[in-house]
Each structure stands twice: as C-alpha cells, then as structure tokens.
C-alpha cells in the first residue's frame, strides 16, 4: 500500500525535432494546467537529418542547455517518436476485453505492421466497442523498438529519465483538445509541419479517423528560397519564421506556393484516403502547428488549394501561465505557440493518464 502515493504537480514534454529541441513543464493546479516554463533551443542541422541522430553529443548538449533555458528541475520527462519507424492504424478485430485484447494484440499486429513483431513495441486503444458482427475498432500503435530505445537512451545519456514514449501525432491532439472551442464532430485535420517532417492527425470528436506521417516538411521552403534568391540558409530560414521582413513579396509568395506542392499532395492523399475509407467526406477544418506553421502564407496558400480553413494552433499561447514564468519578450509565446505545440502536448500528459 502507498500512503504517499503523491502525483506529481508537474510534468515536462521533450520534443527532441530535426531543428530544435523544445521543452514545455506544465503545472496541474486545481484550476487546470498552467505553462510553468518553457524553453526551445536551435540544433546544428547537421545533428539530426531527416528524423536520424546524426551526432549524440550535440543532441546531448542540446537537451541539456534547453532544460537550463527553461529552469527544469525534474528528471521524468514524457517524450514522443514520429516518422517513417513508427505506424499508426485503424483495425477491426473480434470483440473483447481490455486484457485478453492485450495478448490478441500480438496476433493481429501480425497482419498489419510491416515489420517483424518482436522488433516492435505495441501499443492500442479500443476506439469502438461494437462494430457489429462482435467486432471491436482498435487503434493500434506500433513502433521499431530499436528507434524507441535509441531515443530513450539519448535522452538517459542528458541526464533525464523518460516515464512516457508517446506519438508526435498524438501529443498534438492533446495540446488541440486543450483549447479547442468548436471541434465536435467537425473532421479536423491537425498537421504538425516540422523541420523534415509532417505529422497529420485527422480527429473526430476526439478519435482520430486517419494518422500518417509525411516525409516533407518547412525545409523544403528554406531549400527553396536559397535556391531562388541565392541566399544562405541562415537567411532563408530567418526568412520562413517571420524574423525578417521579405522585401519582394509577391516572388516569396510564388516561391512558396510552388514548394508546398507535395505537402499539399499528402494532405489530398490523405482526405483521398478518409473518403474511400467511408469516415468522412471532406475536412472541416484543418489546425497548423510545428515551425511550419509560420511559414508566410502558406496559411493562406493552402486553404485556397483545399478550400478549408487553416488555422493555427496557439494552444501554449492560450494556456494560463504561472505568475513565476519568464518569457524572454513581450509577444513571444504567440509567435512561437505553434512550435511548442508537440512539448505542450506532452506535457500534459501524466503517468497513468
Ligand atoms: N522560434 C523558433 N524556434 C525554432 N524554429 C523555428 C522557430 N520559429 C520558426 N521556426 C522554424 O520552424 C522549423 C522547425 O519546425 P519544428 O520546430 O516544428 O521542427 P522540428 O520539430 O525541429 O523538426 P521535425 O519534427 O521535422 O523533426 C524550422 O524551419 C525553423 O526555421
Ligand atoms: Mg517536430
């Protein structure tokens, strides 16, 4: 027995991404979560490439000086995987419970991931209890054990222990279901667009429909507009997080639009994909969230391009802050919300939630 069973007041989410480490703590007062600290610290591109440590140490130190930024003192860590190693999918499977479905898991994981079974660490969620014909829908998660492991012990290696492994995907409907005011039956699509990476997560009523991971993300935008305008990636990069005024606009515009094409093609693919399978028609709307997210207008490029509306996710900007948080400067949290959008997510996670 546990007198003292004390759950802890706080948590912290690390979102270890392509080009910054990013940290959010959350305190779960009587009156909700509120934004404790905070902290996002840039990687060297060339420490993470398309989603693989390239160079530990410098993912290391990165950790570490983002957890110094943001005044953590708590070693549990909650921490998320996404990418091309990890598969999210929706299956139907006979009927029963929670327990035996734990060990049925193994079977029918079997048919539906494309990797060998003891390479994976599995996990599920029964969606819907009665299908009809005494089936059940079944969300079932699985990931490459060798990747989790990797990203478990980078993050043991800077010093913090890991209590939860969760799913890009999944972190960004969490921070979503915070502060989302309509959602309800509207099909929303959440697209997290990181550095290299674009996570789409299409929710209804709190279920997610379709989940798939896009190998395209914002750097498809910097490669652009140094090719474009010949200017260096530090220049371009300044350039798609609004931290530098773009003198022609109108050729930005261009540049960008032309570049969004295949991320713009995974997002009809995936509403291609929500249609065939009879779940929904069409997107009702569709929340951006990731560094991607503030790329000049491409809000706006792509809501013409799939005429719904996209909004932004400033979940970590809505939130209620404790009176002790030090933001860096006046304005800042609404620029980088959306950023912080995964971390937040996790953060709000506990053990045993
Ligand atoms: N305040 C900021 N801090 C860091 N990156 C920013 C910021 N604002 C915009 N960005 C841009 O956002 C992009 C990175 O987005 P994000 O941080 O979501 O990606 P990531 O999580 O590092 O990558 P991935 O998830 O693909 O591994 C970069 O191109 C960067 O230029
Ligand atoms: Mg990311």
């Known amino acids: ?27 779960h007062t009587k009156e909700g979560p509120v934004l404790k600290n905070y ?12 989603g693989e440590i390239m160079d530990r140490s410098l993912v290391i130190e990165g950790i570490q000086e983002c957890m110094a930024k943001a005044n953590i003192e708590r070693q549990d860590v909650v921490t998320a995987v996404s990418g091309r190693a990890v598969i999210v999918k929706k299956i139907v499977m006979d009927k029963m419970n929670p327990d035996d479905a734990k060990e049925a898991i193994f079977w029918e994981a079997e048919q539906h991931v494309p ?26 998660v ?24 969760d799913v890009d995907s999944f972190a960004v409907q969490n921070a979503y279901e915070l502060t989302e005011e309509e959602g309800g039956s509207r099909v929303t699509g959440l697209i997290n667009i990181g550095s290299d990476v674009t996570n789409i997560n299409i929710v209804q009523n709190d279920i997610p429909l379709f989940t798939r991971d896009l190998s395209v993300g914002s750097s498809v935008f910097i490669e652009a507009l140094q090719r474009e305008l010949g200017v260096s990636f530090e220049e371009a990069e300044a350039m798609i997080s609004g931290e530098t ?25 995936s509403v291609s994909f929500l249609k065939t399978a009879g779940d929904a028609e069409q997107l009702d709307e569709v929340v951006l969230s990731g560094g991607g997210a503030r790329v000049p207008w491409l809000r706006e490029i792509l809501s013409g391009k799939h005429d719904v ?19 860096e400067s006046e304005g800042i949290l609404e620029k980088v919300a959306p950023v912080l959008t ?3 997510g996790l953060a709000l996670r506990r053990e045993g939630n």
């Open 142 to 165: 699985a990931a490459k054990k060798e990747m989790v492991e990797t990203h478990a012990n980078l993050i043991r290696d800077a010093g913090y222990n890991p209590v939860i492994i």
């Open 245 to 269: 005024e773009i003198e022609d606009e109108e050729k930005c515009r261009g540049i960008i639009s032309d570049a969004c094409e295949e991320l713009s093609v995974g997002i009809q693919r």
């Open 1 to 27: 027995m546990k007198f003292l069973s004390k759950r802890s007041k706080s948590s912290v989410g690390l979102d270890i991404g392509s080009s910054s480490v990013k940290i959010v703590e959350v305190d």
């Open 309 to 327: 509306e996209f909004k932004i996710n400033d979940s970590a900007n809505k939130i209620g802050r404790d009176e002790n948080l030090e933001v």
């Open 342 to 344: 995964v971390s937040l």
């Open 115 to 140: 990797f060998d079974i003891d390479d994976v660490c599995l996990s599920f969620e029964i969606l819907k209890e009665d299908v009809g014909a005494n089936q059940m829908e079944v969300l079932l």
């Open 39 to 50: 902290g996002i610290v840039k990687l060297p591109p060339e420490a993470i490439v398309e």
